[in-house]
Structures are given as C-alpha cells and as structure tokens.
C-alpha cells in the first residue's frame, strides 16, 4: 500500500465523513472499510467513534475486527482512536453496565462524576494539560490549547506513563489523550477541533511506521 494511504475502520459508530474531508486536505487517499483483511494490512488505522461502547464491541466482534486489529498493531504500525474509539481500546468499560474493551491499554472507562454548573454530557472546548511533552502525537501543539469533546464518560488509566496529556472538567480529571507503543488516542475530536485539531491529525500521519 502507498504511504498516503490511510484506513478508517467503519464499525457503524464513526465520525467518518468529516475525517475523510480533513486527510483529503493533507492529499492523502482514505479507505473506509469494515473488511479484517483490509485493517489488518493497512499501513495506519483511524477507530473513529461515537455512541455507546458496547455497541462499539459488538459491532468490532461481529464483523471480525478485533482480531484484525490486533494483527495489524503486530506489525507495529500506529492506530489512532477518536472519542469512543479511544475508550475501545481500554480493558473494561462501566458503561450502562460492564463491558471488556478491546484490552489494548490498561484502563477503565467510568461515567464523568456530575456537580453543579458543569453539565453532561461535556459538550464544547476544553483545555489540555500536557504530561509528556516530547510525544510525537502532540508535537508543536501548546499545554493549555483547546479542543472539542462530546462525551459522558471518561478514561482512567492505569499506568500514568500511558497519559500523554490531561483534561480537567469541573470534580472531574481524565485522560484526554493516551499512548502505549503505537497505540494512539484522543478523548476530544480533532476533527472538530480547527487547526489545532488538523494538526494533531497531521502528526499522526507523519509518524514514522
């Protein structure tokens, strides 16, 4: 496949089109596709998502997409996970009951802790607190900068050293944006995020496979 190919793995719970407008900008070909041969072959994976996680694992088991995933991350190319795609790559979600994830990062998905003056879901922008400043993922992206979320629960991990930046949203503190080995994601969508966000999108695509 051609470097400027880029595949998003179509589940049924993605944000697509508006990702496809954004790396047709950079000039690069996408590929929307829910076939495990094609994910697991690709060169670079976008786990767009929005809705509920269960959902999301059941429609990934249903079309054989887990194992295809995890094939592709053998190869040690990068997978980029959006919103719910990036909750989907932690082990368990409390979601309307508990659910394993995808099992990718070593962490829980929990519902945001609600008071007074912040309302959820958390919808609009909101600031990010870099912790590991020298990850390729936000390069030349400033602590404090401003993206979009649209979400009700939030990511714990486990281990701090897996949390590239944080966000904090009244009584609650998540990870906004993960990374362990090639495995990439962001609570916000960067997609929705302006130039900051298409910077964000930009670096992932410019990460060395």
């Known amino acids: 496949m051609s470097n400027n190919l880029i595949t998003i793995v179509d589940y049924g719970c993605g944000?697509?089109?508006?990702?496809?407008?954004?790396?047709?900008?950079?000039?690069?070909?996408?590929?929307?596709?829910?076939?495990?041969?094609k994910v697991s072959k690709a060169d670079k994976i976008i786990l767009p998502g929005v809705g509920a996680f269960s959902v999301g694992m059941e429609n990934l088991k249903k079309n054989n997409l887990v194992q295809a995933i995890n094939d592709f991350l053998k190869k040690g190319n990068s997978l980029l996970g959006i919103c719910l795609g990036m909750q989907l790559l932690m082990k368990s979600s409390q979601?309307?009951?508990?659910?394993?994830?995808?099992?990718?990062?070593?962490?829980?998905?929990?519902?945001?802790?609600?008071?007074?003056?912040?309302?959820?879901?958390?919808?609009?922008?909101?600031?990010?607190?870099?912790?590991?400043?020298?990850?390729?993922?936000?390069?030349?992206?400033?602590?404090?900068?401003?993206?979009?979320?649209?979400?009700?629960?939030?990511?714990?991990?486990?281990?701090?050293?897996?949390?590239?930046?944080?966000?904090?949203y009244g009584i609650n503190k998540f990870c906004s944006v993960v990374n362990h080995k090639n495995i990439f994601g962001t609570q916000f969508h960067p997609e929705k995020s302006g130039k900051i966000g298409e910077k964000l999108i930009q670096n992932f695509l410019n990460l060395k496979i």
């Open 15 to 37: 944000n697509i089109y508006s990702l496809n407008r954004i790396l047709e900008k950079f000039d690069y070909k996408v590929e929307i596709t829910n076939d495990p041969e």
């Open 95 to 168: 979601e309307f009951g508990n659910h394993d994830g995808l099992g990718l990062i070593s962490g829980k998905v929990m519902p945001l802790d609600r008071n007074e003056n912040y309302p959820i879901p958390h919808i609009g922008w909101s600031e990010i607190n870099i912790q590991l400043s020298k990850n390729n993922l936000i390069s030349n992206i400033k602590d404090k900068s401003y993206f979009y979320f649209i979400h009700s629960f939030k990511v714990i991990v486990d281990n701090e050293i897996d949390s590239v930046c944080n966000t904090k």
